[in-house]
Nanobody, 121 residues
Framework: QLQASGGGSVQAGGSLRLSCAAS????????LAWFRRAPGKAYDFVAA????????NYSDSVKGRFTIDRDNAENTVYLQMNSLKPEDTAVYSC????????????????WGQGTQVTVSS
């Protein structure tokens, strides 16, 4: 089970920190990713963290602004979002898949509920 939280409304240039808490199973051999979906659009890959190797991937649109990190003790992955832009407005969801993190949302097996992020100009 994945539980996402931390969304909200901020002005452009502001920051938010999203959390995705994993429970119910060990995710030590999984990758956990963040996707976002704006109204009327498809899922957009944001970032992925592979738990075993520690490797991280970011989409070009968030690289340098967003940072993904983890808390092993809490089995939680975070997404620190800085320098937010209006185009970052979307529902953000965390998802998990065995093995490495990929950008294709269709390969992810477990999904948490989304959390709304709204950035005003």
């Amino acid at each position: 089970q994945l539980q996402a939280s931390g969304g909200g409304s901020v002005q452009a240039g502001g920051s938010l920190r999203l959390s995705c808490a994993a429970s119910g199973r060990s995710f030590s051999t999984y990758a956990l990713a963040w996707f976002r979906r704006a109204p009327g659009k498809a899922y957009d890959f944001v970032a992925a963290f592979t738990w075993g190797s520690g490797s991280i991937n970011y989409s070009d649109s968030v690289k340098g602004r967003f940072t993904i990190d983890r808390d092993n003790a809490e089995n939680t992955v975070y997404l620190q979002m800085n320098s937010l832009k209006p185009e970052d407005t979307a529902v953000y969801s965390c998802a998990a898949r065995p093995g490495r993190g990929y950008r294709d949302y269709r390969t992810y097996l477990y999904w948490g509920q989304g959390t709304q992020v709204t950035v005003s100009s």
